[in-house]
């Protein structure tokens, strides 16, 4: 079997029919893929959404669970499936018409651990309106490149989205790559995995992916829970740049992604718990899971790291304090009257 598509399933029913339907969309035969769906504890209409389409299709199989998690789930699914190739696409998204047999091609002929491609994002509206006229898959930009290429070129701190890629089957048994079970922002660990272990990797410029744009936005909630699982993968993150046999050029990248989630906890911390004290608490949490974390390169991370080892309170305070006065008051004021000379 060629393909295998993993459709994680929690409360979903506005969106998982047109998830499930595009799927469907893509001029396969049913025999050369599976479509593996894992109800994960769902409370909503989300199965019966879809009953008539599980119904029409021999190459259907339905997982049902209690709720354990995105992370959980999906590993649930790649340990069941049984395609050359896997892709794994959030239920509240789209796959793009006709988009997806010509990339699956590529990934088969050059046997490729990861195949990238490229995506839309979009609003619920401009969805509904959609109209796409994919070019000829022959005229695309295609690049093969090693894992390190990837992980130097493509990789950034806020681009480690799963659901753009292909990933091959075995490639991810041999390397015993998974999700991180219970934790929020999976993707960001397992994306640094691939692409350290990753020995051969296509970016392809052909779209696949519609992902739908949220007017709630798309970032989780900070809360408790999310804070101490961004420490953990701040933790996972450095354990693997220490722990794995690296080049010094990809470790200090990998420590310096390291300290990038670092410092977005940081923000996030100030700006959305709204509490020193709970900070404070966090940032107690991150030093007890993570306690030889410590980051050297450059004087900015030489001086976060003494504050945050030898006085992680005053650290959050005076974090505080720079965001509340230069960052939201006089930088804002500073571009305000620039702008008004100019």
Not at 199 to 207: G, H, L
Not at 242 to 261: E, G, Q, W
């Amino acid at each position: 079997m060629d393909l295998s598509i993993i459709v994680p399933v929690y409360n979903v029913e506005k969106y998982i029919r047109p998830c499930i339907e595009s799927i469907f969309n893509q001029g396969f035969d049913d025999a050369d893929f599976e479509v593996i769906i894992i109800n994960d504890g769902s409370t909503d209409r989300s199965m019966e959404m879809i009953t008539d389409i599980i119904g029409q299709h021999q190459n259907i199989t339905v997982i049902n669970q209690e709720n354990q998690g995105l992370s959980v789930t999906r590993n649930n699914g790649i340990a069941v499936a049984k395609g050359d190739y896997i892709l794994m696409p959030d239920s509240d998204d789209l796959l793009i018409e006709h988009s997806l047999k010509p990339l699956l091609e590529k990934a088969l002929e050059t046997k490729a651990d990861v195949v990238v491609a490229d995506f839309y994002e979009m609003t619920n509206d401009e969805i509904e309106s959609l109209k796409i006229n994919l070019p000829n898959f022959a005229d695309i930009n295609i690049e093969e490149k090693t894992g390190e290429q990837m992980f130097f070129e493509f990789l950034k701190p806020h681009n480690y989205t799963v659901w753009r890629s292909l990933y091959k089957k075995d490639f991810l048994s041999n390397h015993k790559i998974t999700f991180y079970p219970g934790i929020y922002c999976q993707d960001k660990p397992f994306t640094h995995e691939i692409y350290l272990k990753a020995k051969t990797c296509i970016k392809a410029s052909w779209p696949i992916y519609i992902y739908r744009r949220h007017p709630q936005g798309i970032s989780y909630t900070m809360s408790e829970k999310y804070a101490k699982d961004y420490c953990k993968i701040i933790n996972i993150m450095w354990d693997m740049a220490s722990d794995l046999d690296l080049s010094p050029r990809i470790r200090k990248k990998m420590f310096d992604h390291t300290f990038n989630a670092f410092t977005m906890l940081s923000s996030r911390l100030i700006h959305e718990y709204n509490s020193i004290s709970k900070s404070a608490e966090i940032i107690d949490y991150l030093n007890t899971i993570a306690p030889n974390l410590h980051f050297s390169h450059g004087l900015k991370q030489k001086i976060f790291t003494m504050m945050l080892k030898k006085c992680p309170h005053t650290y959050i305070r005076l974090r505080y304090f720079y965001s509340i006065i230069w960052e939201d008051k006089i930088h804002p004021y500073i571009r305000h009257h620039s702008f008004k000379k100019i």
